[in-house]
Structure formats: structure tokens, C-alpha cells
Nanobody, 120 residues
Framework: QVQLVESGGGLVQAGGSLRLSCAAS????????MGWYRQAPGKQRELVAA???????NYADSVKGRFTISMGNAKNTVFLQMNSLKPEDTALYYC??????????????WGQGTQVTVSS
């Protein structure tokens, strides 16, 4: 069984910063990539940023230049540094990780979500 545990959400004023963390554990042989998605009330879940185990990154246009995604040395932890936060960044942020299991199966797992609220 695979678990993704997120931390770091909270309430911050516009212009402030937050750092999200996500750690994957359990039956994982390797991680293909890790990423962050977000879902605001009444909106669809959207990709915020993702990083492959090789270090390639991808960002939503709305966060480019403000957010930075990075992966820990153990390749099972991902961080999202969020600077210059805006009220429109308010959402529930989910960690996502496609992994390879010891049975050589590809599985995609999600965290439980961490709330980010940006006040104006």
C-alpha cells in the first residue's frame, strides 16, 4: 500500500509565501514523477506543477515565476515553494505520484489534500 502525506498548507495574506511538502511511503519501487494539483470550489482539479525523477519540471502558466517544485534526495518527497501568493491561488492542494510497485505495476496515488487560503 502506498501513502502520500502532505503538509504545509494554511492561511496567508496576498503576497506571502507557503511551502508544501509531500512524502510518499509504502510499497514503492520507484517514483516516475511527483506533482501538485489544486481544486478550488466549483472548479475542476488542475495541474499546478510536476517534476520527474530526472528533474524535469512542468508548471501551469498561472504559477510560472512564483512557484517552484523540487524533489528530495530520496526521490520520494516533493516540495512546492509558493511565493507572491494571490487570492486566486486559494484551493485544496493535492499531491500526486505515479509510482512503480515491487510487482512492476504502475499505480497513481493521491494525497488527502491540504488547504491553502490566501486573503486579500
Amino acid at each position: 500500500q502506498v501513502q502520500l502525506v502532505e503538509s504545509g498548507g494554511g492561511l496567508v495574506q496576498a503576497g506571502g509565501s507557503l511551502r508544501l511538502s509531500c512524502a510518499a511511503s509504502g510499497s514503492i519501487l520507484s517514483v516516475y514523477s511527483m506533482g501538485w494539483y489544486r481544486q478550488a470550489p466549483g472548479k475542476q482539479r488542475e495541474l499546478v506543477a510536476a517534476i520527474t525523477s530526472g528533474g524535469n519540471t512542468n508548471y501551469a502558466d498561472s504559477v510560472k515565476g512564483r512557484f517552484t517544485i523540487s524533489m528530495g534526495n530520496a526521490k520520494n518527497t516533493v516540495f512546492l515553494q509558493m511565493n507572491s501568493l494571490k487570492p486566486e491561488d486559494t484551493a485544496l492542494y493535492y499531491c500526486n505520484a505515479p509510482v512503480r510497485t515491487p510487482r512492476m505495476m504502475r499505480e497513481t496515488h493521491w494525497g488527502q489534500g491540504t488547504q491553502v487560503t490566501v486573503s486579500s
